[in-house]
Structures are given as C-alpha cells and as structure tokens.
C-alpha cells in the first residue's frame, strides 16, 4: 500500500498495488484531517488482509481502510494464469473428445458482450449434437471462478440448457439472488434439478423477495410450489435423518419455509390466483409444521428443566438427595 500527500495537502491518496507484478488494484483518498497531518512521510502503514491501518507519528490519531477490491481487478491480479491455463485445457480437451468440448473462446465472447447470441459459432457449440461437452467444460471453468458471473452468462447458459454450469453459477455463493432466479425461471419443467440448489443458497431476504418479483414467470408457480409442497409433507411423514440420507440435496425444512415466505414476499398477488386446492394443501402443510415446532419446543424446554433439576439434586450430594425434607406439625384446639 502506497501513501503520498496531495497538493492541497488536505487528502492523503492510497493506492493498493499487486505485490508479485506490481499492477495497482485500487485507490482511495483519506482526509487528512482523521490522522492531523497531511505529511505522508510522518504516517506508519501496515497491512494484514484486507486491512490497512494508518497511525500519525506525530499524535495519537489512528485510521483503518478496508479494501474491497472490484471483480476485473481481481481478475487481472490473480485470474490471468489461470484464465491462459483454462482455455488451454479447454482447447486440449476439445481436440481429444471429437470436438464435443472444443475452444469456448466464442462463448466468452458473448458473455463479454462482444459477439451476437445467435453467431453461428456460438450456435454450434450449444447444439444437441456438442451441448453435453460444451457444458461440461464451462462448469469446469465456472466452479474455477474463470468466467464473470453476468447477465449475459446467465442468457447464454439459458439459451443452452447447459444446466451443468448453471448447477456450478448456482454453487458460487457470490452469484446474486437476481441471477440465481433468473437461472431458475430458465429451467421451466424443473427437471434439471435447480429448484433445489436455489432453495438451499444464502440470500438476503428482501433481495430474494425482489428477485423472485421481478424474472419469476406466473406460469412456473403452480409447479413449484407442487414441488416445495411434496418436500414439506416428506419432513412431515418421515424422519430428517432418512429423507438426507435417501436424497442428500434435499433442502432442509427450515430452507424450505424460508424460500416460502420469500416466494409469498415477492409474488403474492401471482399466488392468490393459484388453485384453491394447492393454497389450501400450503396452509395445512405450514400449520403442521408450526404445531410441530411448538411442540418439539416445549419437549425441549421440559427436558432441559428436568436435566438441570437432576444437575442441582446432584451438586446437594447423595446425602441430600435421600433424606426428605423436615416437616413442622402444630396441633391446635378448634
């Protein structure tokens, strides 16, 4: 991290470089007034992290700047080897498996935004006949963090069906909710499997609640909340362990009550339109659900009063335990 006073003496700019190839990789500019000197050379700067901490040699001023470096950057600071080492593997592999998984260099293309969708380039490499190798390579390069996650990727993986990389953009906890839901409304029979992934990611509540307002198609509701449904009655009619032991990527309950309450967030006049049958099966799904919670609640309340009062008879000794307690009698004439 560099310091260096500006002319006006007023800021203080610091810039953050690469320490192997020196690149700057970002900048910022502090008042001079948080330390009270605008002199770089009376300022000690250490740096751990992504944290870098400025003390006044001349008082006790102090300051903290947290860098926050932005997505080219990183990138072009660490991604350059590996973005050369992918494209090579990716062009090996294509001239080894019958062209099924050949270069992607067209597909970067369009998810930079430099070539059409509809290129007959891009066209072939997302056709039946070599969709399957194609996708297998960009997951691979996906899960390697190689390619952006945009809303041109996400168009592209859509157009494809190349439901392997959305599979792996899915598994990348810095995808956005928009983006998440924008690959789930992609998958309209729900048979590739992304429901579930979406359901299981963390996510901000109101972001979730916008997303699913905004690129949810209306069509696609009554099929997924049939299919949340049926995950709600499995919790109900058999144990957790079983149902994560016979289906490992099964959301959790609790995952599934929340996607809910997002989904009624986001797009409840879209659900009030829905079949009075499947509301009415939602309802009595949740409010089972509530009652088994209140009651797992006070078995779990009960018997924690009851290990402690065990844990205090013990601590009075066996002694104590045993003998009962005195008892004063007082006979009076009536």
């Not at 960009?138 to 952006?148: C, D, F, Y």
């Not at 901000?204 to 696609?220: I, M, V």
Request: charged content about 25%; some cysteine; overall charge negative.
């Amino acid at each position: 991290v560099e310091c260096a006073a500006a002319e006006n003496k007023q800021t203080l700019a610091l810039a953050a470089r690469d320490a192997r190839f020196g690149m700057p990789a970002a900048s910022c500019e502090l008042s001079s007034r948080l330390l009270g000197t605008g002199d770089a050379a009376s300022l000690l700067v250490a740096t751990a992290g992504g944290v870098s901490l400025l003390i006044s040699t001349k008082g006790s001023e102090a300051a903290a700047v947290r860098w926050a470096l932005p997505k080219f950057t990183l990138q072009l600071v660490i991604g350059a080897s590996e973005a050369a080492g992918g494209r090579a593997s990716s062009s090996a592999a294509g001239g080894g498996g019958g062209g099924g998984a050949a270069s992607l260099a067209p597909l970067r293309e369009v998810a930079a935004g430099k070539r059409a969708r509809d290129d007959p380039a891009v066209e072939d490499l997302i056709s039946a006949k070599r969709r399957a190798g194609t996708d297998e390579a960009m997951a691979r390069e996906v899960k390697r963090r190689l390619w952006p996650a945009t809303h041109e990727l996400v168009d592209l993986v859509a157009k494809g069906k190349c439901w392997q990389s959305a599979r792996a953009l899915l598994g990348l906890p810095e995808l956005g909710e928009d983006l998440s839901v924008r690959l789930l409304a992609a998958d309209a029979s729900l048979e590739a499997s992304l429901l579930a992934h979406v359901v299981r990611r963390a996510s901000t509540p109101q972001l979730l609640e916008a997303a699913l307002s905004d690129h949810l198609p209306p069509a696609l509701l009554p099929s997924l909340v049939e299919v949340l449904l049926e995950w709600m009655e499995a919790y109900r009619d058999l144990p957790h362990a079983a149902i994560q032991e016979a289906v490992p990527g099964l959301p959790t309950q609790a995952e599934v009550h929340r996607f809910l309450s997002a989904l009624a967030g986001g797009c409840l006049p879209s659900l009030l339109r829905l079949e009075g049958d499947l509301l009415e099966r939602v309802t009595e799904a949740l409010s089972f659900a509530h009652k088994e919670r209140d009651r797992s609640e006070r078995t779990h309340a009960a018997v924690r009063a009851a290990l402690r009062a065990g844990e205090a008879l013990a601590a009075m000794g066996a002694r104590a335990a045993r003998e009962a307690p005195a008892i004063e009698a007082m006979l009076v004439d009536f």
